[in-house]
T-cell receptor, first 112, second 115 residues
């Protein structure tokens, strides 16, 4: 089984709808992250969390919110989706000892 | 501010050729970490290597090798005897010292191996 899972894998929604993307991990890592990937722009950090009580904004947090329900679960919400939030979204985890991050399979979100 | 530049947007080589992917970084920190990730057509991001700023020793893993040169702020990635399965987008990334969680990615290099 994959160490980092994301649901859904694909989602098409309409402008103004509320969307939640979920991430779960079995790696036992404290740190979790949400990124978005846009063509030609690489990955950009939306939010990150050191533990359940510690959540921080990344470089492009406007229009997004997150919830760390447990050490293993980190959800990303779009309260009112807009077309320029169409992107590939990745969840990642990291242990406290090493700096590499391990990514989930991604969620492809399309906002019409 | 930290920055990663991958000037090669797309590269195509014939199978079995060697290919080098360039990565140039900028950081003000003296302690930092460099990474390479592979994104195959299936879309997932696969961690390939981490290199610490205080360790300039080059690394080889099978057909993959990495050349880290602090003097030129570069962390280049070479694939020897390329194979079709190497076709992917490759990202170089930089993270500054512990406590700063920001992982800055380059824009990626799309590598196509022609059979």
């Amino acid at each position: 089984d994959a160490d980092v899972t994301q649901t859904p894998r694909n989602r098409i929604t309409k402008t103004g709808k509320r969307i939640m993307l979920e991430c779960s991990q079995t790696k036992g890592h404290d740190r979790m992250y949400w990124y978005r990937q846009d063509p030609g722009l690489g990955l950009r950090l939306i939010y990150y969390s050191f533990d359940v009580k510690d959540i921080n904004k990344g470089e492009i947090s406007d229009g997004y919110s997150v919830s760390r329900q447990a050490q293993a679960k980190f959800s990303l919400s779009l309260e009112s989706a807009i077309p320029n939030q169409t992107a590939l979204y990745f969840c990642a985890t990291r242990s406290g000892s090493y700096n590499e991050q391990f990514f989930g399979p991604g969620t492809r979100l399309t906002v019409l | 501010a930290q920055k990663v530049t991958q000037a090669q947007t797309e590269i195509s080589v014939v199978e079995k050729e060697d290919v080098t992917l360039d990565c140039v970084y900028e950081t003000r920190d003296t302690t930092y970490y460099l990474f390479w990730y592979k994104q195959p057509p299936s879309g997932e991001l696969v961690f390939l290597i981490r290199r610490n700023s205080f360790d300039e020793q080059n690394e080889i893993s099978g057909r993959y090798s990495w050349n880290f040169q602090k003097s030129t702020s570069s962390f280049n990635f070479t694939i020897t005897a390329s194979q079709v399965v190497d076709s992917a987008v490759y990202f170089c990334a930089l993270s500054e010292a512990a406590g700063n969680e920001k992982l800055t990615f380059g824009t990626g290099t799309r590598l196509t191996i022609i059979p």
